[in-house]
């Protein structure tokens, strides 16, 4: 009734209560078997499956099950001694953390195996950082470093972890945005690319490339040869020095 923390009915003359029109079931197995140990189960009257259903189990386990329109139930999360998983089935589960004051603070997404940090995970990148925050000076991502001596720190490693050879790209960092459609354009780019892959000689180049004219062009090349300017296509580009001892409008090469 209206003045009850808990309450639970149950309408059956039979001196023995089935499991399946329970209010509250409590099932004590078996230790040496393998299903779960203690069960608590709050089930509606038309279901077969427990609507929610917590299950503690003699290693320790106690897991979260849940019934789901598509898939029937499955469990949500589990907390063990040593873990605390979410979605151990592997079900089309996402996963959101909200905070005070915004939502999707972290966003999983199951279907797409993507992660979403301050808004919804997006399909063409495993990890999207929003940064939300209006001030022109806060950073998105920050590495920070503790390390008081002379040890290099922090690092940003982009690393490829598969087979090598000549003119793979490894890496590549976009500085892309909008143009007037609005379309998403990748305005400039660095990049890096192996030359040779032999333990022993090896070479890379580190690219810089760009849009002039609403085409790509490469502005820039250093690799083990030497420094490149104006290397792909031989564009009109000009090459301008300046030098604090001349004028501070015309350059002293060009």
Same mark, same amino acid.
């Given at each position: 009734?209206?003045?009850?923390?808990?309450?639970?009915?149950?309408?059956? #003359?039979?001196?023995?209560?089935?499991?399946?029109?329970?209010?509250?079931?409590?099932?004590?197995?078996?230790? #040496?078997?393998?299903?779960?140990?203690?069960?608590?189960?709050?089930?509606?009257?038309?279901? #077969?499956?427990?609507?929610?259903?917590?299950?503690?189990?003699?290693?320790?386990?106690?897991?979260?099950?849940?019934?789901?329109?598509?898939?029937?139930?499955?469990?949500?999360?589990?907390?063990?001694?040593?873990?605390?998983?979410?979605?151990?089935?592997?079900?089309?589960?996402?996963?959101?953390?909200?905070?005070?004051?915004?939502?999707?603070?972290?966003?999983?997404?199951?279907?797409?195996?993507?992660?979403?940090?301050?808004?919804?995970?997006?399909?063409?990148?495993?990890?999207?950082?929003?940064?939300?925050?209006?001030?022109?000076?806060?950073?998105?991502?920050?590495?920070?470093?503790?390390?008081?001596?002379?040890?290099?720190?922090?690092?940003?490693?982009?690393?490829?972890?598969?087979?090598?050879?000549?003119?793979?790209?490894?890496?590549?960092?976009?500085?892309?945005?909008?143009?007037?459609?609005?379309?998403?354009?990748?305005?400039?780019?660095?990049?890096?690319?192996?030359?040779?892959?032999?333990?022993?000689?090896?070479?890379?180049? @580190?690219?810089?490339?760009?849009?002039?004219?609403?085409?790509?062009?490469?502005?820039?090349? @250093?690799?083990?040869?030497?420094?490149?300017?104006?290397?792909?296509?031989?564009?009109?580009?000009?090459?301008?020095?300046?030098?604090?001892?001349?004028?501070? #409008?015309?350059?002293?090469?060009?």
């Amino acid at each position: 009734d209206t003045g009850s923390v808990v309450q639970i009915n149950y309408n059956n #003359t039979s001196t023995t209560i089935p499991n399946t029109q329970a209010g509250l079931s409590i099932v004590n197995t078996d230790v #040496t078997g393998v299903q779960s140990h203690v069960i608590f189960r709050m089930q509606h009257a038309s279901g #077969t499956d427990g609507d929610l259903e917590i299950a503690h189990d003699i290693y320790g386990n106690t897991k979260f099950f849940s019934q789901q329109p598509t898939t029937g139930t499955v469990e949500t999360f589990r907390i063990s001694p040593s873990l605390f998983e979410v979605n151990e089935g592997n079900a089309n589960l996402d996963f959101i953390v909200n905070g005070e004051y915004a939502d999707n603070m972290i966003f999983a997404d199951a279907s797409m195996g993507n992660v979403g940090i301050n808004g919804v995970a997006q399909s063409d990148a495993d990890l999207t950082v929003y940064h939300t925050n209006s001030g022109a000076t806060q950073a998105a991502i920050r590495a920070v470093s503790t390390d008081g001596g002379a040890n290099v720190a922090p690092v940003l490693d982009l690393y490829r972890d598969a087979g090598a050879a000549p003119n793979d790209v490894i890496g590549a960092i976009n500085f892309s945005g909008n143009n007037n459609t609005p379309a998403k354009l990748n305005y400039m780019r660095i990049e890096s690319t192996i030359i040779d892959e032999t333990a022993g000689t090896e070479d890379a180049t @580190l690219k810089f490339v760009g849009q002039r004219n609403s085409a790509e062009v490469e502005w820039l090349r @250093l690799q083990g040869s030497g420094i490149i300017f104006n290397n792909v296509g031989n564009s009109n580009l000009d090459f301008d020095y300046y030098s604090s001892s001349f004028s501070t #409008t015309d350059p002293f090469i060009h």
